[in-house]
């Protein structure tokens, strides 16, 4: 007789346990993912001038980096990647450093010899910080 209240107590306790990690776990997923992702568009155009497109819905972010031209083999090029989990490859420049844990999260990369960082603050580029304005387009030497 013993070993049924023991049985059941263990089940009851089992029970409780996982709706706490199940609510706690959705909770912190949505907490990590409900800002979304940055979205960059690699563009080069007919000369093959590249330049960025970074846009993040939630912080109103919407601004273009173009580089020194011409720096690059593509031309009429467009790609827009989400930077929603660890990504390695983008179509120029390398990536140093992306944290998407909770997003936007850090995302860090050398592109034609240039730093260029995203973070949800500030965009920094070769280490001096440009505030987060819509519409505003940097042009690099």
Known sequence: MRSDGLFKHLAISLGIALVFYFSIFGWLEHRRTFKG???VKFRADDVGVPSLLISQTNLNVSETIVFPAPTNGLTNFSRTIA???QLADLPFGEMVFQDPTFLPGTVTMRLFGHLVEFLPRVLIVDKKEYPWQ???VIQLH
Do not use: L
């Open 134 to 136: 819509a519409g505003a």
């Open 37 to 39: 992702p940055w979205m």
């Open 83 to 85: 930077f929603e989990e």
